[in-house]
């Protein structure tokens, strides 16, 4: 007896399925699995984090303004007294609102050191 008309193809359909089910499965597996390389050069400044968290989503990611007044550049004049920035963050002014219950003093004090040093570079 011989096989029927087309099982040949069929039979290879079958394959190709199961190998492309394969891949697939290995591609999935490969993207949770896979870690974003850390960056290289130097560490980033304890405040980066934190004006990431709190402040980007109005002083924009680079401090270029947006909703908030643009820091890049502009907040050593604005403020040439730290303690000045600091008063800022913590008790709020205009449509900045107040930090000074979620962030601790420390975090408030790095996050001024990075918008005074780091910001925009």
Sequence with gaps: MSAPKGAGFT???????I????????????LFVNEPA??????????ASIYAANCATCHGQGGQG??????????????PDPADEIAVVRNGRGGMPS???????????QVVEYT??????
Excluded at 38 to 46: D, I, Q, V
């Design 99 to 109: 930090f000074g219950g979620d962030l601790t003093d420390q975090e408030i004090a």
């Design 66 to 79: 947006g909703v908030g007044p643009t820091l890049a550049g502009q907040v050593v004049t604005e403020f």
């Design 19 to 30: 190998v492309v089910g394969i891949i697939a499965v290995a591609f999935v597996i490969a």
């Design 38 to 47: 850390e960056e290289s050069g130097a560490p980033k400044a304890p405040g």
């Design 11 to 17: 039979r290879f359909v079958n394959v190709v399925e």
């Design 116 to 121: 005074r040093t780091d910001l925009g570079k």
